[in-house]
């Protein structure tokens, strides 16, 4: 996600030309969160087979997503090549929590629906991140805001788990896509304007990002093509 505790008093040339180095630790970013996006695939492809596993399993595999994300990527943190298998690690167990939803839409013969989903997805966050990169409005202020938010999302997703409220739900998931738009706004200015320390950090973050909006724009998309 974000760096929540960073100072951003400091001036950290928002909207000016990106320095040669900016630009290399941008290229490396993205060039991890693709290899991510590829890691997270061929976790769903190679679990597939399995989904009645998966879902029996599921509590487990999002333990094991936690454990990588919260102590397995903050202990490697500074070491590399460590923090890039727990990078892939935890990004292809994101893919494999994802079977379940997969395996409901090729089963109700939608599957075009999770490729439009993808590419829906990375129009979006493509121009997320490039309004992010060329605006000169200083977007480092809503890191504490869009946290307290994702809280207070994240409650609410808890007590409609009990209510079962469609209708919820849908409001939740709009709430979802539109915080993590904003995300992906302020992390991509964060890692243009050299808020993280490695590119498997600022990968991690945008992944997150992309992966909330995909799994929300999947769902919309699942939904439309009901009939």
Do not use: C, H
Not at 113 to 135: D, E, K, P, R
Not at 143 to 163: E, M, R, Y
Not at 198 to 218: H, K, Q, R
């Amino acid at each position: 996600m974000a760096l929540y505790d960073r100072d951003y008093t400091v001036d950290r040339g928002v909207g000016t030309t990106l320095s040669a180095s900016r630009v290399s630790f941008l290229k490396k970013t993205y060039q991890l969160l693709a290899l991510s996006m590829v890691m997270a695939a061929l976790g769903a492809y190679l679990t597939m087979p399995f989904v009645e596993q998966v879902v029996q399993f599921r509590w487990v595999i999002f333990g094991a997503e936690l454990l990588v994300l919260f102590f397995g990527l903050g202990l490697s943190r500074g070491k590399p090549g460590l923090n890039m298998m727990m990078l892939f690690l935890f990004t292809f167990l994101t893919g494999v929590s994802l079977v379940p939803l997969f395996a409901m839409y090729i089963s109700a013969g939608k599957a075009a629906v999770i490729g439009n989903a993808f590419l829906s997805t990375s129009i979006l966050f493509g121009a997320l991140s490039i309004f992010a990169i060329n605006s000169k409005t200083d977007f480092s202020s809503w890191g504490k805001p869009l946290f307290i938010t994702l809280i207070v999302i994240l409650v609410i997703s808890v007590i409609n788990i009990f209510l079962g409220n469609g209708m919820l739900a849908v409001i939740i998931n709009a709430a979802v896509l539109l915080l993590f738009g904003l995300f992906t706004i302020y992390d991509t200015q964060n890692i243009a304007n050299g808020a993280y320390d490695s590119p498997v950090d600022a990968a991690v973050s945008l992944y997150i990002d992309f992966l909330n909006m995909f799994t929300v724009i999947l769902q919309f998309l699942g939904l439309s093509s009901d009939d």
